[in-house]
């Protein structure tokens, strides 16, 4: 696609439609690459609020805090 950030970018503009099977591949995706924003700053992203409620962006999430909190006792 060009860019290591198109990813979390296409992710946001499927949350914002509404595809959130499409999101989550996308918000993967950049986890792959490892260009998502710091944790906060994803749960704060206003483009991304419809999946807030989503079970699997839960479960994407509390993936990554464990995966945070492991880093910081790592």
Known sequence: LGSLLAPY???CYHALKNHYLE???FLSLADK???LPPLEE???D??????????????????LRQ????????
């Open 42 to 44: 994803l749960l704060n």
């Open 67 to 74: 995966r945070e909190k492991m880093h910081k006792n790592g």
């Open 46 to 63: 206003a483009w991304l609020t419809s999946l807030h409620l989503h079970p699997p962006f839960q479960k994407f999430i509390a993936i």
């Open 23 to 25: 999101a989550l591949y």
């Open 9 to 11: 970018y296409l992710a």
């Open 33 to 35: 690459n490892e260009t």
